[in-house]
């Protein structure tokens, strides 16, 4: 399975900015997908996912200001990210929920996103 994440870029505090993943190869062994950011000096977490029923999961802080969403027929999972805060500033990873183990997750290569204030 290969993730080619794209999207992010430089954008004012409050500004908007949509960044999109689309997978291919062995789709079914994908059992959801999500975005993870991490910016320097702290942790990977969790922004968003959407399981393969549609089911979705924000993180605290992004929850009324970005959305998850997918277009099956095209592989690819978005994420609208509106009134960005320059704490939203990081690395922004789409990720694969691999199906039999997540330590075998499947992840993309990362875009940036830099919000100033």
């Known amino acids: 399975v290969q993730l080619q994440a794209c999207g992010g870029g430089l954008v004012q505090a409050g500004g908007s900015l949509r960044l999109a993943c689309q997978a291919s190869?062995?789709?079914?062994?994908?059992?959801?997908m999500g975005w993870y950011r991490q910016a320097p000096g702290k942790q990977r977490e969790l922004v968003a996912s959407?399981?393969?029923?549609?089911?979705?999961e924000y993180a605290d802080d992004v929850k009324g200001r970005f959305t998850i969403s997918r277009d099956d027929g095209k592989n690819t999972i978005y994420l609208q990210m509106d009134s960005l805060r320059p704490e939203d500033t990081a690395v922004y990873y789409c990720?694969?929920?691999?199906?039999?183990?997540?330590?075998?997750?499947?992840w993309g290569q990362g875009t940036l996103v830099t919000v100033s204030s």
């Open positions: 990720n694969g929920a691999y199906r039999w183990g997540r330590d075998k997750d499947y």
């Open positions: 190869g062995s789709l079914f062994s994908i059992d959801g």
């Open positions: 959407m399981s393969a029923d549609g089911s979705t």
